[in-house]
């Protein structure tokens, strides 16, 4: 997934500083900011029982999936509700769908409604397929994860089809040739994992309060753009908007997000939060992420650390998307 932060390609550099650690694979590790799942997803394959965290409701959808499902749902209900035998045929049926149910989507983010972030095509879909989501969850004719598991399905496929160049602060003016392909709904591939594995939605510094890791991995936002705008409607997907309209505005639609706005995206407070956060670490070790073009300095992340004990640097050259 396209994701400012994503450590996909980071990943291997990631796992040599962790391996230093010499804290082997049946310990606690702690995602606190977890965007893509990647790094938790990398660490749970190898073996280490995941916490992962994220304040955005579709990044928690990608660790309720990735993170904490160690098998694939059974859809017990909903196949007998569909008449079906196999996890596939609900993807065939939602490929399949007459999308009628005009919705949020095609109202506001269609040419429809006056934006092009989504084909009309692709947004009347999305509105549908979101729906039918909600209310098979309403009728608890799916439970919790088979929930996440199908929202997650529908976020993979509408990153494929968005009109935008990586995030959705603003809709291209032409069409991408990849917006007026179909929206195609795929199955999800699940981590098989033996621990408990656990997904959480809070705030990093008052979460952390409530944790105790052996390898605590943190990479907090790093420069001002903040997530919940620059996802907004990934975030909105994820969310729904069925029992709440929300509020929209501007020539890109953009949703309220006031209560979602981090602290690490500031000059003015990201030093302190930081600071914050770390008083109240407990780990046997703790790995921080962070650009040498952040909003953070160098020293002042060293001042910061080097309260907990040992600080070493590890540096890699890494192309900004
Ligand atoms: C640099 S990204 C993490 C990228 C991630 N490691 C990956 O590979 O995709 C930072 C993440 O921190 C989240 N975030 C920002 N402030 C937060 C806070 N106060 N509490 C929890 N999560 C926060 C953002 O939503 C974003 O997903």
Redesign the pocket.
């Known amino acids: ?1 396209r ?6 390609k ?1 990943l291997p550099f990631i796992e040599k500083v962790v391996k230093k650690t010499g804290i082997n694979q049946n310990s606690t590790f702690v ?10 997803k990398h660490f749970k394959r190898l073996g280490y029982k995941v916490y992962s ?4 409701e579709f ?1 928690y959808t990608l660790s309720k999936t990735f993170i904490e499902l160690n098998k694939l749902p059974k859809f017990t209900r909903l196949k007998k509700e569909l008449s079906i035998k196999e996890n596939r045929e609900i993807f065939d049926y939602f490929n399949n769908l007459k999308p009628t149910k005009e919705g949020f989507i095609f109202q506001n983010y269609s040419p429809n409604g006056g934006r092009k972030y989504f084909s009309d095509e692709n947004a009347l879909k999305i509105d549908t397929i979101r729906k039918q989501i909600h209310n098979w969850k309403q009728k608890e004719i799916i439970n919790e994860f088979e929930y996440y598991y199908l929202i997650t399905s529908l976020l993979r496929a509408v990153n494929l089809v968005s009109n935008v160049s990586g995030t959705y602060a603003a809709f291209l003016k032409n069409w991408d040739k990849r917006a007026l392909k179909p929206l195609i709904l795929k199955e999800v591939e699940i981590i098989p994992s033996t621990q408990r594995n656990k997904a959480f ?7 952390i309060k409530n944790l105790n890791a052996d390898i605590l ?1 943190l ?4 420069n001002t753009r ?3 705008s620059n ?1 907004f409607i990934l975030e909105l997907i994820a969310e729904g908007w069925f029992d709440k309209k929300p509020k929209i505005y501007g020539k890109t639609g953009m949703r309220e997000y006031k209560m ?1 706005k ?4 500031s000059k003015l407070t990201a030093t302190s ?1 930081l600071s914050d956060l770390i008083q109240n670490v407990k780990a046997k070790c703790l790995i921080l ?1 962070y650009n040498n073009e952040g909003i953070l300095q160098k020293k002042d992340i060293l001042e910061i650390l080097n309260k907990l004990g040992n600080v070493e640097v590890f540096e890699s050259e890494h192309i900004k998307i």
Do not use: E, I
Request: proline letters at 4%; glycine letters at 6%; hydrophobic letters at 25%.
């Open positions: 997934m994701y400012y932060g994503n450590k996909t980071l995602d606190l900011f977890s965007g893509t799942s990647a790094v938790g965290n994220d304040n955005l990044a939605k809070q705030d990093a510094n008052k979460l991995y990479d907090p936002p790093y903040q997530y919940a996802y979602q981090s602290k690490y995206c939060t992420s």
